[in-house]
């Protein structure tokens, strides 16, 4: 069966320090992955995804950035965290396909930038 | 583009009662339509999704949604609310990635509060 991992479950950083958040797959095989973050009171929204190894594409003009170096890994970086990095970080996955399909949510991880 | 809008953040009915979350999409395509729910601290769960054929949806948990095109809604039910029903619930149009499937956006989330 397919799982997806995503650590840390909780992170607190200063500004102004990196960051990196990783998400992997196990069960399948050249998934669709995706990142969303959700700040309080605002809902999902989308930041990358990605269909394929180096392939990534980017939703939203940000502070971060993201990287697929391996089929079922894909991770979420930043080089200086902001304020306004902070949220809750949700990592997903799909079955390539016809669109129909549903996202397989990780466990999230809670970022707080101090 | 396609976008999903969610009528009212927070929600709260009795226990037994109705609940009706509010979604309505806007798209220049065929939707696809999806309600996931969030328990606190978790990821999301899909609770049912609409591509094609009857437009009345069943999902887990005796949740049920009905697709109108005439009124670009897909709005989420539940007959008879119960306390494990609090929780944030989202709806969800899919956007076509080159044909190799779908990223999904979502709205801006409905709490759903439950009073016994």
């Known amino acids: 069966s397919q799982t997806i991992h995503q650590w840390p479950a909780t992170l607190v950083q200063p500004v102004g320090s990196p960051l990196s958040l990783e998400c992997t797959v196990e069960?399948?095989?050249?998934?669709?992955l995706y990142w969303y973050r959700q700040a309080a009171g605002r809902g999902l929204q989308l930041l990358f995804y990605?269909?394929?190894?180096?392939?990534i594409s980017s939703e939203v003009p940000q502070n971060l950035s993201a990287s697929r170096p391996q089929d079922r890994q894909f991770i979420l970086s930043s080089k200086k965290l902001l304020l306004s990095d902070s949220g809750f970080y949700l990592c997903?996955?799909?079955?390539?396909?016809?669109?129909?399909?549903?996202?397989?949510f990780g466990s999230g991880t809670q970022l707080s930038v101090l | 583009a396609q976008s999903v809008t969610q009528l009212g953040s927070h929600v709260s009915v009795s226990e037994g009662a109705l609940v009706l979350l509010r979604c309505n999409y806007s798209?220049?395509?065929?939707?696809?339509l999806f309600w996931y729910v969030q328990y606190p601290n978790q990821g999301l769960q899909l609770l049912l999704k609409?591509?094609?054929?009857?437009?009345l949806v069943k999902g887990i948990n005796g949740f049920e949604a009905e697709f109108k095109k005439s009124e670009t809604s897909f709005h989420l039910t539940k007959p008879s609310a119960h306390m494990s029903d609090a929780a944030e619930y989202f709806c969800?149009?899919?956007?076509?990635?080159?044909?190799?499937?779908?990223?999904?956006?979502f709205g801006q989330g409905t709490e759903l509060s439950v009073k016994p």
């Open positions: 069960g399948t095989s050249n998934p669709n």
């Open positions: 997903a996955w799909s079955v390539q396909g016809t669109g129909a399909e549903k996202l397989f």
């Open positions: 609409y591509t094609t054929g009857a437009t």
């Open positions: 798209s220049s395509v065929p939707p696809y």
């Open positions: 990605s269909i394929g190894i180096g392939q």
């Open positions: 969800a149009v899919s956007v076509m990635i080159y044909n190799q499937g779908g990223k999904l956006i």
